[in-house]
T-cell receptor, first 114, second 112 residues
Framework: NAGVTQTPKFQVLKTGQSMTLQCAQDMNHEYMSWYRQDPGMGLRLIHYSVGAGITDQGEVPNGYNVSRSTTEDFPLRLLSAAPSQTSVYFC?????????????FGPGTRLTVL | EDQVTQSPEALRLQEGESSSLNCSYTVSGLRGLFWYRQDPGKGPEFLFTLYSAGEEKEKERLKATLTKKESFLHITAPKPEDSATYLCAVRRGSNSGYALNFGKGTSLLVTP
């Protein structure tokens, strides 16, 4: 099992550009989510999904879009990048049943917006 | 509103010097308290889940405990490889699904 994979590992964008951060998991997990991690702020939830075709907003959703067409993939789209979106982005996944609901995290994407 | 506060923000220990990290929380309907370890430049790595007051879990030199208001991560005879940031998170039963609310972490440095 590869677990949770994220691409790219690093990205530099100019203000106004758009891009998609990719996330995939091979554990057949129903729940997937995106967090951003900023110095002194901790991890904050952007969007999440409890299954294919179902997504919802987290704590800081503005400027980001998500979709979930398959169980495995959960891409995060930046519509028009802003310097405030400079951050490290983590994708996570977990089961939603069976009691053990710990979330497994990917290695992260470090994004810089100039 | 849910709150998760970790202390101290940073901790420096000598190898073999045991200590504890604290995670205090306020949440309605706790559905799990989670501890993660995060190494620089990497994603958080799952350590423990605790569900009810009085529960304890151990893994090597780490032991996590839970009360109704806080959790402790006890580190016994730490080694330099235990150096990392330790994150605490809570999950609550609500319409937010399985979302985790994280604290800001404790950065642990263990020196030889």
């Amino acid at each position: 099992n590869a677990g949770v994979t994220q691409t790219p590992k690093f990205q530099v964008l100019k203000t106004g550009q758009s891009m998609t951060l990719q996330c995939a998991q091979d554990m057949n997990h129903e729940y997937m989510s995106w967090y951003r991690q900023d110095p002194g702020m901790g991890l904050r939830l952007i969007h999440y999904s409890v299954g294919a075709g179902i997504t919802d907003q987290g704590e800081v959703p503005n400027g980001y879009n998500v979709s979930r067409s398959t169980t495995e993939d959960f891409p995060l789209r930046l519509l028009s990048a802003a310097p405030s979106q400079t951050s490290v982005y983590f994708c996570a996944s977990s089961r939603t049943s069976g009691g053990a609901n710990e979330q497994f995290f990917g290695p992260g994407t470090r994004l810089t917006v100039l | 509103e849910d709150q998760v506060t970790q202390s101290p923000e940073a901790l420096r220990l000598q190898e073999g010097e045991s200590s504890s990290l604290n995670c205090s929380y306020t949440v309605s309907g706790l559905r799990g308290l989670f501890w993660y370890r995060q190494d620089p430049g990497k994603g958080p790595e799952f350590l423990f889940t605790l569900y009810s007051a009085g529960e304890e879990k151990e893994k090597e030199r780490l032991k996590a405990t839970l009360t109704k208001k806080e959790s402790f991560l006890h580190i016994t005879a730490p080694k330099p490889e235990d150096s990392a940031t330790y994150l605490c998170a809570v999950r609550r039963g609500s319409n937010s699904g399985y979302a985790l609310n994280f604290g800001k972490g404790t950065s642990l440095l263990v020196t030889p």
